[in-house]
Structures are given as C-alpha cells and as structure tokens.
T-cell receptor, first 114, second 109 residues
Framework: SAVISQKPSRDICQRGTSLTIQCQVDSQVTMMFWYRQQPGQSLTLIATANQGSEATYESGFVIDKFPISRPNLTFSTLTVSNMSPEDSSIYLC???????????FGPGTRLTVL | RKEVEQDPGPFNVPEGATVAFNCTYSNSASQSFFWYRQDCRKEPKLLMSVYSSGNEDGRFTAQLNRASQYISLLIRDSKLSDSATYLCVVGTGGFKTIFGAGTRLFVKA
C-alpha cells in the first residue's frame, strides 16, 4: 500500500482564518479523496481531488469553503476557509490505487478552531 | 434510513471470546464491501475486503449476503489488541464509498 503523509498533523486556529492541509503520497495514485471525521462520528467524504481539474464535491460541501488542489498524481491540498468552531474536526486524505475501491488513509490533521 | 448501518456499540467481551458485527446497506447496486479498523486517534486501516464467497484471514471472517444486503465480521479468540472501532464500508461504484458509523469493541483481560 502507498505511504501517505499529511501536514500539519494538528493545528489550533482562530475563527475567520484559513488553513491549508497537504497530503503527499510516495507513489502515483489514481484517486485522492478528502474526508472529515468529527468527534465521535464516522467519516464523511468532502470531495474527490481530480488531477488537473476541479475537485468533485459531495452534497453539503462547496469549493469556496473547501478549495482543493491536485497539481499531480502524488500531491493534494485541502484548504478550510473562513473557519468557525464547527470546522473543528479531523481531516483525512485517502488514496485508491486500483478499481477495487480499497482506500488507504493518511494519518489525519486534527484541527481545532477557537 | 442511513445508507450503511452498523450494530450499535460498544461491545465489551473477555479475551478469547468470539464476537460478530453486522452491517446493512440500502443500495442494492453496491459493488464493493470492506471492513476497516480504526484505533483511537488514528486513521482507519483496511482490515479486509468482503467477497461474495466470503473470506477469512486468520481469526477474522467476513461474509456478504447480497440478497439480504448485509455483511458481517466475525472475530474469533479475541485479543486485547482487537479493541478498536470497526467500520463497515460500502462502495457504490466509481470509487464512491460510504462509511458506517462504526462499532466499538472493547476486549477485556
């Protein structure tokens, strides 16, 4: 499986600011995804990061709030914009390398918004 | 109705016990099925894929019943290290996957 790293691992931010989270994979992957996991909850897909084109967002998530970049097949960023305390969560990137839908996750970024 | 529903937890079992988790899904067109394990404050990790014929990996057995739209995970001879949250995951095609809310397992000495 691919080795996935995320930066930062955690951050504490003031409301109204923005944070960009990076996801780096050690090999080229077909698909990259961004999830959110709020305390005590399961994972919710935010969007699929598409290489060279705009991300595909799930219902309830919009580009203005969660802009995503994917400049190549090994890297993606997720920005959480104009943060509020409700954005406090763990943000995880994941990758899928085959059509089997098996996904592998990065270690996550724990975000706290004050 | 949630797209993927799991047994409510937590399950508290002694070491050596056998424990089973069930998961139901609502989309009959679902194509792929997985169990993930998530330790506290860690990312989910793939435990096993679930195939129509069922599959076994050591102490873990997963089964799929398409007619009834449920999958199961059986853990035999539970270890303390099995304590975690187990996530049922269903793929609906095109890499889209839905995660269940998870079932917490505590294995006690």
């Amino acid at each position: 499986s691919a080795v996935i790293s995320q930066k930062p691992s955690r951050d504490i931010c003031q409301r109204g600011t923005s944070l960009t989270i990076q996801c780096q994979v050690d090999s080229q992957v077909t698909m990259m995804f961004w999830y959110r996991q709020q305390p005590g909850q399961s994972l919710t897909l935010i969007a699929t990061a598409n290489q060279g084109s705009e991300a595909t967002y799930e219902s309830g998530f919009v580009i203005d709030k969660f802009p995503i970049s994917r400049p190549n097949l090994t890297f993606s960023t997720l920005t959480v914009s104009n943060m509020s305390p409700e954005d406090s969560s763990i943000y995880l990137c994941s990758v899928a390398t085959s059509s089997s839908n098996e996904q592998f996750f990065g270690p996550g970024t724990r975000l706290t918004v004050l | 109705r949630k797209e993927v529903e799991q047994d409510p937890g937590p399950f508290n079992v002694p070491e050596g016990a056998t424990v089973a988790f069930n998961c139901t899904y609502s989309n009959s067109a679902s194509q792929s099925f997985f169990w993930y394990r998530q330790d506290c404050r860690k990312e989910p990790k793939l435990l096993m894929s679930v195939y129509s014929s069922g599959n076994e990996d050591g102490r873990f057995t997963a089964q799929l019943n398409r007619a009834s739209q449920y999958i199961s995970l059986l853990i035999r001879d539970s270890k303390l290290s099995d304590s975690a949250t187990y996530l049922c995951v269903v793929g609906t095609g095109g890499f889209k996957t839905i995660f269940g809310a998870g079932t917490r397992l505590f294995v006690k000495a």
